[in-house]
């Protein structure tokens, strides 16, 4: 099922950009668990339009619901159903374009494909569609920090040419201080040139990318399922899964290949009664299985589809035309999938705790 994740932490979204609501059922999330809904709703919050005046204007509360599987503050152990509705839709916006496929939407592809599209927004393609992932993704956080004691950080690391310090540390980063910046990037003099750089490209109906990184602290040794379900395989896919995502790299990525063995070999040794690596280019992870060392990666957006500016383009029928976008959209979408590659790396990772863990006697 395409909308289907997971094997013991089983997610499947459903709903499109302009439907009534989106959401997610949850089957598999251990029963008894303490869950206050405001853990929900604060990453729901990190993600949602018109947070600040780098964002969309599309004005949603993205309040979460819970239809079933939460009572009284505790998972029952069944199915779990939460939606958001939909309010600030506004499908006029796409009426003049509905007869153009946009460029580099999948409005083309949907229409090959099924022979019909949503109407308007970009359907499931369309970024709201990862409401149900994050919802999903902040259940797993939440068992993963308070059982595990497993932290999930990621943080914009570049937007269109403007990197972190060469001095930057992640020593004693939080989601806190990522949220100190408008574009979370905690690197103070990096954030102040990217939200200046983002202004500009609004100012000029334009857009760019960018590249998230992501960390994940105190891992077990053991998760992840050789071959073709190793953990890096799923972290990718589920990165790549994500709208506007073009790269994922893990450890030391590109940059690896440019090595030599001797250099890219993390080398073992005995510290504080267990073994470790002496460095990380295996980026937490060694033949598909994590090691106890820190899981990091990087996640490379793309510019927002959608510009205001004037492109010449064919309709569905080839005939030449000029497309200018309409409705609201993000000049720079990657502050907003911070809190995304969070949730899609907490679906994941539970995901393979629990399939570890179900190897014990």
Known sequence: MSSTLGTLYKISTFGESHSKAVGVVIDGCPAGIDLPLEVIQKQLSRRKPGQNKLTTQRKEDDEVQVLSGIENGKTL??????????KDQRPGDYKKMSDVPRPSHADFTY?????????????????????GSVAAGAIAD???KTKFDIDIIAYVSRIEKIDLSENFSEENLSREIVDESLVRCPDKSASEKMVQRIEEIKSERDSIG???????????VGLGEPVFEKLEAKLAQVMMAIP????????SGFKGSKMKGSEHNDLFEYNENKLQTTTNNSGGIQGGISNGEEIYF?????????IALPQDTSDFEGNKTVIEGKGRHDACVVPRAVPIVEAMAGNVILDMLLRQNARQL
């Open 111 to 131: 229409q090959k494909k099924f022979g019909i599209r949503a109407s308007s927004g970009g359907g499931r393609a369309s970024a709201r569609e990862t409401i």
């Open 142 to 144: 939440f068992i993963l």
């Open 210 to 220: 960018g590249v998230i990184t992501c960390v994940v602290k105190n891992v077990p």
């Open 77 to 86: 152990g069944t199915p779990i159903c939460l939606i958001v509705n939909n």
């Open 244 to 251: 506007a995502t073009k790269g994922f790299e893990i450890g």
């Open 298 to 306: 990087k996640v490379a957006f793309k510019p927002t589809a959608t």
